[in-house]
T-cell receptor, first 112, second 114 residues
Framework: QQQVKQSPQSLIVQKGGISIINCAYE??????FPWYQQFPGKGPALLIA?????SEKKEGRFTISFNKSAKQFSLHIMDSQPGDSATYFC???????????FGTGTLLAVQP | ETGVTQSPTHLIKTRGQQVTLRCSSQ?????VSWYQQALGQGPQFIFQ???????GRGNFPPRFSGLQFPNYSSELNVNALELDDSALYLC?????????????FGNGTRLTVT
């Protein structure tokens, strides 16, 4: 019940295309859903986050779509660029602390 | 404002040895969390410290222990190292321990146990 399932494991997108990464969760107590971006040799960096009271949040080229009834959320990267090539992790937390449960990651490669 | 820094960046230890990893949190951040990231996996929560007290623990044995100091520095100690402890260890600080308080990660310490 504590898992966050992420797909796909890897993704190849052409420059200018849309990258879509999906996550699903079971624990209905989760109420904070961030996405992290990690480059090789670096720690994860917060990209964007959403609470379940909204169905969509957009920041620049990055959008989170949230479906509370399906217990799913996804990251959309519009106009994908080679510099977006990285590993993306969804995560979730709930309750009193900010302990995060991470998905297994998606390796995104944007081809020029 | 300095970010989260970790030392050392890489470390090689032998099975059965003990290791101490260090972290310097972002100034003003009262909370530090440690995560273990195995190769090709997402980070897994080890424990969290808030104002120098352990505030939550993941599914890790007692040989994983930590300390948080008043000067925003912290340590992760691992005793009796096992081969499976080989991983990237990430420190993350946050302003508060509350749900939704963003985590700021360091670049990690790559531990190899042989």
């Amino acid at each position: 019940q504590q898992q966050v399932k992420q797909s796909p494991q890897s993704l190849i997108v052409q420059k200018g295309g849309i990258s879509i990464i999906n996550c699903a969760y079971e624990n209905t107590a989760f109420d904070y859903f961030p996405w992290y971006q990690q480059f090789p040799g670096k720690g994860p960096a917060l990209l964007i986050a959403i609470r379940p009271d909204v169905s969509e949040k957009k920041e620049g080229r990055f959008t989170i779509s949230f479906n509370k009834s399906a217990k799913q959320f996804s990251l959309h990267i519009m106009d994908s660029q080679p510099g977006d090539s990285a590993t993306y992790f969804c995560a979730a937390s709930g309750g009193a602390t900010n302990k995060l449960i991470f998905g297994t990651g998606t390796l995104l490669a944007v081809q020029p | 404002e300095t970010g989260v820094t970790q030392s050392p960046t890489h470390l090689i230890k032998t099975r059965g040895q003990q290791v101490t990893l260090r972290c310097s949190s972002q100034s003003g951040h009262n909370t530090v969390s440690w995560y273990q990231q195995a190769l090709g996996q997402g980070p897994q929560f080890i424990f969290q410290y808030y104002r120098e007290e352990e505030n939550g623990r993941g599914n890790f044995p007692p040989r994983f222990s930590g300390l948080q100091f008043p000067n925003y520095s912290s340590e992760l100690n691992v005793n009796a190292l096992e081969l499976d402890d080989s991983a990237l260890y990430l420190c993350a600080s946050s302003l508060e321990e509350n749900n939704g308080s963003p985590l700021h990660f360091g670049n990690g310490t790559r531990l190899t146990v042989t």
